[in-house]
């Protein structure tokens, strides 16, 4: 039998409250200075739970809890209430209209609830109407002259591109008009990339190349207007940035 | 009054003061002795044991009828007692425990044997401490205090071998070293035959 063997059997033997060690561990510790020291241990320990188990205060608890029980019946018994603080504590008392109270008090509050939600959505809906209005004055120019975003216009690509489709109208309806009061010997006629670059394409990220050639000699009304048109174009654009 | 445990709950669970005041008579000792084992102090164990027969008239009506009362008892009294502790274990623990649970003639003699338990039961862990009170104090087997705590006996078993060799080194470090041979049943071996 080895020591740890022996330690086993020992507690097994303590477990099973037996009265006489087996002779298996007595001729162990005969042998086995450790072990029987070990033994001689648990021995002194076991006389010892002896005389503190042969102990016992009596009590009497019959008076206290009994009326500690009436307390709780008299107040309505709840597994929430069990130190003596908590029933000597009133305000934990329920009354029968506390219930009402509470149901009265969940549902208004469900209502304000419902109504801040409410206002809260009505005024989303309001500022995604206002924000779409000025989304124009918010465009960045480079934003709309980089080539990268060309195959995803934004909204404001689009109403720009409608800026310029009336635009372009407009200019088209001056010259004509212009074409015919001025006198023919003071004026060449329009190069015809001129009406393509007034956004004919529908695109504006094209301005910066299609700015390269310039206007054909037009009589001074003419160019007069067509400068003012698009000094109010590039207006737009620089007060945006 | 010789009333069966099963008389005495449905009695309780009617409301008869009567039976429930034998209720408490029959298992105060009990439990205020677990509780005394358990917490060392008699205050705590006095407010702990009533709390025991509260909870277990407020849940009365779940005890299985075909078991025996004493168990059920004991099981809530030890998980109040553990609950108690695990309190006390947020709080520093006190250098000197005071033996209010001796007589009073008995109390301050250091040597005490059952004063040097009750503080050695005081270092164990909680789950040492009910192992050890419910199979020594209560006097119940192994398979019965394994039924009380709601885990396997072997893990009992391994708590109660702990608890036992813990205590063995706390009172060799307390100088309470063996003071007579070994006896009674550490016997001499029988000559082995020839």
Redesign the interface.
Known sequence: MTCVDFENRL?EF??LR????P?EL??H??HCPKC?E????????H???A????????????D???Q??ES??GRG?S?SR??PSRLNNSSRQRSPLAGWAALLTSALALAIAVGIGWRVSSNVSFVNQQTSSLIPIAIAPEKHLDPSNASAPTTGDRQLDVLLHDARDACAALAVQAWQQVSATNVFLPPNDTLIFFGSEGSTDRISDSLSPPLAPLSNELREAVDSWLQSVFNIQDSST | MDVSEFELVQGCLAGDVACQRLFVERFEGMVFGLCLKMLSRRHDAEDVAQEVFLRAFRSIHRWDGERPLRPWLLTIAANRCRTHLDGLGRRPMPIDLQADWLPEERRGDSRDDAEEIQRAIATLRPEYQQCFVLFYQQELSVEEVAEVLDCPEGTVKTWLHRARKEMAEYLRKRGLDPQQPLNDHFHDPKPEPD
């Open positions: 507690q303590y477990d037996q009265l006489e060690l002779d007595c001729t510790i005969a029987r070990l033994a001689e241990h648990f021995q002194r320990l006389f010892a739970i005389d503190w188990k042969a102990h016992s205060p009596a009590i009497q608890l019959a206290v809890v009994l500690r029980l709780e019946h018994t597994a069990s130190t």
